[in-house]
T-cell receptor, first 116, second 114 residues
Framework: EAGVAQSPRYKIIEKRQSVAFWCNPI?????LYWYQQILGQGPKLLIQ????????DSQLPKDRFSAERLKGVDSTLKIQPAKLEDSAVYLC??????????????FGPGTRLTVT | GESVGLHLPTLSVQEGDNSIINCAYS??????FIWYKQESGKGPQFIID?????DKRQGQRVTVLLNKTVKHLSLQIAATQPGDSAVYFC?????????????FGKGITLSVRP
């Protein structure tokens, strides 16, 4: 079965510019997650969707980050405007769904963002 | 605050030796623990998990040990191979009732010497 797809794989932007990342989860997976992984650290959850609804966005910096999953399948994560500290790998993950969905998450390869 | 963390940032082992990667956690309410392996340019990959009511679980060449008394988790890899070289993360899951949340600790790099 195809895994979680993400694009682009790499992105370099200047601070104050905008950037968007795209994620296509595994077919049939209702739950989708976006994580931020700063170099040398574990991934940190930014937002969790169940179908097209937000379950948890408590750690999303909402003044500059936004995410949507309009049709309950693909998702985009946007940063506007970017700051130097946003340099990180942005990981998308998906799972079948339900209350115990965190137990079996499948991760994409990530998008490495460099803000200069 | 609550955290899941690792004792050492790097571990170097000889090919064929056993590896032990340790992790400390602070949230005694965690329901589940998972070890992930992350290779360069890839997302984390599930290795093995253990429920909070267990103290040991074995997989193929890997064993996870859980000591709830001292809030310590370890991953043992038998006969370490070059392909085991990666960053390893321990992670905890807490069931919040309406949802379950996965929290990662900091990574430790395992380097296998030929």
């Amino acid at each position: 079965e195809a895994g979680v797809a993400q694009s682009p794989r790499y992105k370099i932007i200047e601070k104050r510019q905008s950037v968007a990342f795209w994620c296509n989860p595994i077919s049939g997976h209702a739950t989708l997650y976006w994580y931020q992984q700063i170099l040398g650290q574990g991934p940190k959850l930014l937002i969790q969707f169940q179908n097209n609804g937000v379950v948890d966005d408590s750690q999303l910096p909402k003044d500059r980050f936004s995410a949507e999953r309009l049709k309950g399948v693909d998702s985009t994560l946007k940063i506007q405007p970017a700051k130097l500290e946003d340099s990180a790998v942005y990981l998308c993950a998906s799972s079948l769904g339900g209350r115990l969905s965190s137990y079996e998450q499948y991760f994409g390869p990530g998008t490495r963002l460099t803000v200069t | 605050g609550e955290s899941v963390g690792l004792h050492l940032p790097t571990l170097s082992v000889q090919e064929g030796d056993n590896s032990i990667i340790n992790c400390a956690y602070s949230n005694s309410a965690s329901d589940y623990f998972i070890w992930y392996k992350q290779e360069s340019g890839k997302g984390p990959q599930f290795i093995i998990d253990i429920r909070s009511n267990m103290d040991k679980r074995q997989g193929q060449r890997v064993t996870v040990l859980l000591n709830k008394t001292v809030k310590h988790l370890s991953l043992q890899i038998a006969a370490t191979q070059p392909g085991d070289s990666a960053v390893y993360f321990c992670a905890e899951i807490r069931d919040t009732g309406a949802n379950s949340k996965l929290t990662f600790g900091k990574g430790i790099t395992l380097s296998v010497r030929p």
